[in-house]
C-alpha cells in the first residue's frame, strides 16, 4: 500500500510545481514531501521549471532564499580565501538562487553548486550543509583567481565550464551559456556591490 501511494505521488509529479523531497527514518520508513520541515529531508526531485527561472532571473526579491541568511557564513569564508564578498553572493545567486538543496542535472550540488569530484578534492563532506559547500566554493574560487592571474572573467569561466576548456581556448570558451554565465555573475556582484 505503502509502494502504490509513493508510485500515485510521482506519477502526478510531471504536473507539480514543487521540488520533491524524501528521507528514510531509522525504522526504514521513507517520507516525502514538498514542504520540508526538517533537516533530514534532502532534494529528490527537482521542480525544473522553477530551476530555470530561478537560474535565469535576478531579483534579490524572488530568490530561493534571503541572501542575509547566509551573510556570516559567506563573510567568514571571503576573509578566510581573500576572495571579495559581492563576487561569492553573485555566484551562489547565479548556481542556485540561494537554495542549499539545489541539484543540477549534471550532479552539481548546493549553494555553489560543487560536482561531487570537486566537493571531494575540497574535502567537502556534505555539499548540502550551506557551511562546508560556501567554504569549499570559496576555496575553489580562490584556487581558480589564482590560477588565472586575478583576472575574475577567466575564473568565472573556469567554475562554469571547467579549467580544461579555458585552457582549450586560452581564454573564455566560445560557449554561449558560459559566456553568458560570466556576465551574470558580473552584473549580479554589482548588485551585491551597490547594497552591501
Not at 537560474?55 to 563573510?75: H, M, V
Not at 562546508?132 to 584556487?143: C, H
Request: charged share 25%; proline share 4%; glycine share 8%.
Amino acid at each position: 500500500m505503502a509502494l502504490a501511494l509513493v508510485l500515485w505521488g510521482m506519477a502526478g509529479y510531471g504536473s507539480a510545481t514543487a521540488d520533491i523531497y524524501r528521507y528514510e527514518d531509522d525504522e526504514g520508513v521513507v517520507h516525502f514531501t514538498d514542504a520540508p520541515t526538517d533537516k533530514r529531508f534532502k532534494i529528490f526531485m527537482r521542480d525544473i521549471k522553477k530551476d530555470r527561472k530561478l537560474r535565469t532571473t535576478f531579483k534579490l526579491g524572488n530568490i530561493a532564499r534571503n541572501s542575509g541568511e547566509f551573510d556570516p557564513i559567506i563573510n567568514q569564508c571571503a576573509l578566510e580565501f581573500g576572495v571579495d564578498k559581492s563576487l561569492v553572493k553573485a555566484v551562489i545567486h547565479a548556481e542556485s538562487g540561494y537554495n542549499p538543496n539545489a541539484v543540477s542535472p549534471k550532479g552539481a550540488s548546493g549553494l555553489m553548486q560543487l560536482m561531487p569530484k570537486t566537493a571531494k578534492d575540497l574535502k567537502v563532506a556534505n555539499a548540502f550543509d550551506p557551511r562546508d559547500n560556501i567554504r569549499g566554493g570559496v576555496r575553489y574560487l580562490r584556487f581558480l583567481l589564482d590560477t588565472f592571474r586575478g583576472d575574475e572573467s577567466l575564473a568565472l569561466a573556469a567554475y562554469n565550464a571547467g579549467l580544461s576548456r579555458v585552457a582549450q581556448y586560452n581564454g573564455v570558451p566560445p560557449y554561449q551559456e558560459t559566456r553568458t554565465y560570466v556576465d551574470r555573475v558580473l552584473n549580479y556582484r554589482k548588485s551585491y556591490q551597490s547594497t552591501n
